[in-house]
C-alpha cells in the first residue's frame, strides 16, 4: 500500500499471477497459501474507492480471483461480505459504472453455486462444510440488488442510444445473467420461507423490454452471424481486440437471454415475437460471406467457444418451444 490507495504496479502482476494459478485447478486454487491468506487483502482493495484507472484495474482482477475461487465452490464464508462490500458499487447500475458490471458477475457466480450446492449432494462442491449455510442464504442477502436490476434494466434499455449501446449491453448482460442465476437459485430455496422468490410477471417485464428494444437483433446478429468467422488469419491486432470484447459481450447478452427466456417465456404471449426475432436472423451468415474454412492454427478457440455456446442457447430454446408445441398438439 501507499500514499495512492496501493501500489498498482506490484499489485497488479501480482493479481493476474493468482488467477492463473487459480485457474489451473481446484486443488492449486484451495490452497491456503497463498489463495486463503489473500482474502482480507482484496476485500480491503474492494472496499477502497478507487482514484484512477490503474486501481480499477486491481479491484477488477481481485474480482475475477475471487469468481475463480467461487466457481470452484471456495471461499464462501466470505459470501455475506462480499455482497455487503458490493452493495455501494451497485447501487447505481449504469453502463458508465465499470465496477458494478464485474460484481453483478461474481453476484451470478454466487448464485449459480448455490444451486449446484443445493441440487447436487455429489458435485463438486459437495466439499463445502454442512455448517456453513452462506450459499444457500445468498439469495436473501441479494434479493433487493436483483430487483434493481429488474427495475432498472428495462429503463436502460429504453435511454439506451447507438453511441453507448456496447456499453449498455455489457451492463444489461450482466443484470440478465444476475437474474437468470438468481431465479435458479431461489427455486431450490422454496423450502426455506425467508427466502425471497423473484416473481415471475418482473422477469416477464424484462423479456418484453429487451424484444422491444435493438439490443437483441444487434447481439443476435453478432453472434450467429460471425458464428463461422473464428480465423484470424488475416485481421491485424487492434481490430482484433475491439472485435473480440464485441462479440464476447454479444455472445454473453444472448446467453443470458436465452436462458432467462427459456424459464420465462415460452408461453403464446412472449414465445412467438422471440421466434420471429430469431428466425428472422435466419440467412445472416450467407450475408457475411461463405463459412471460412481454417485449420488448428489460426482459429481462435475463445472466440469459437463462445459462439458455440451462444448458438445452442438459441437453438435450444427453439427446440423446447418446437417440442412444447408439439405436446400441446
Known amino acids: 500500500e501507499s500514499g495512492a490507495l496501493f501500489d498498482t504496479q506490484n499489485v497488479l502482476p501480482f493479481l493476474i499471477l493468482l488467477c492463473t494459478l487459480a485457474r489451473q485447478s481446484k486443488d492449486v486454487a484451495g490452497l491456503d497459501m497463498p489463495f486463503d491468506s489473500v482474502m482480507p487483502h482484496l476485500q480491503g482493495i474492494l472496499c477502497l474507492q478507487t482514484d484512477n484507472e490503474n486501481e480499477l484495474e486491481v479491484q477488477i482482477w481481485s474480482l475475477v480471483l475471487l469468481r475463480i475461487l467461487v466457481r470452484y465452490g471456495l471461499a464462501t464464508e466470505h459470501v455475506q461480505s462480499l455482497i455487503s462490500i458490493a452493495a455501494p458499487h451497485v447501487a447505481v447500475q449504469k453502463p458508465q459504472n465499470t465496477i458494478c458490471v464485474h460484481f453483478l458477475s461474481i453476484f451470478a457466480d454466487i448464485c449459480d453455486a448455490s444451486n449446484v450446492i443445493q441440487s447436487q449432494s455429489g458435485s463438486q462442491l459437495s466439499s463445502i462444510p454442512e455448517q456453513d449455510n452462506s450459499l444457500p442464504m445468498s439469495a436473501v442477502w441479494l434479493s433487493s440488488s436483483v430487483k434493481s436490476c429488474t427495475t432498472s434494466l428495462p429503463a436502460l434499455l429504453r435511454d439506451c442510444s447507438s453511441d453507448d449501446r456496447d456499453s449498455v449491453l455489457k451492463m444489461a448482460s450482466s443484470q440478465l445473467r444476475f437474474i437468470s442465476s438468481f431465479a435458479t437459485a431461489a427455486k431450490q430455496s422454496t423450502k426455506n420461507a425467508s427466502v425471497p422468490i423473484l416473481s415471475k410477471e418482473s422477469c416477464r417485464s424484462v423479456i418484453k423490454g429487451i424484444l422491444e428494444s435493438d439490443l437483441l437483433k444487434y447481439a443476435l446478429e453478432t453472434s450467429l452471424g460471425w458464428s463461422y468467422r473464428a480465423s484470424w488469419l ?25 436462458d432467462l427466456a427459456a424459464n420465462f417465456a415460452t408461453d403464446d404471449e412472449i414465445a412467438p415475437k422471440l421466434l420471429v426475432a430469431v428466425l428472422s436472423l435466419n440467412n445472416v451468415k450467407s450475408q457475411n460471406g461463405e463459412p471460412a474454412h481454417t485449420n488448428g492454427n489460426n482459429v481462435h478457440v475463445a472466440r469459437q467457444s463462445w459462439f458455440v455456446e451462444a448458438e445452442y442457447s438459441v437453438l435450444k430454446y427453439l427446440c423446447d418451444i418446437g417440442a412444447g408445441e408439439n405436446g400441446r398438439s
Open 234 to 258: 488475416e485481421v491485424d491486432d487492434e481490430s482484433r481486440a475491439i472485435a473480440l470484447e464485441k462479440e464476447a459481450i454479444a455472445c454473453a447478452f444472448v446467453i443470458s437471454f436465452m
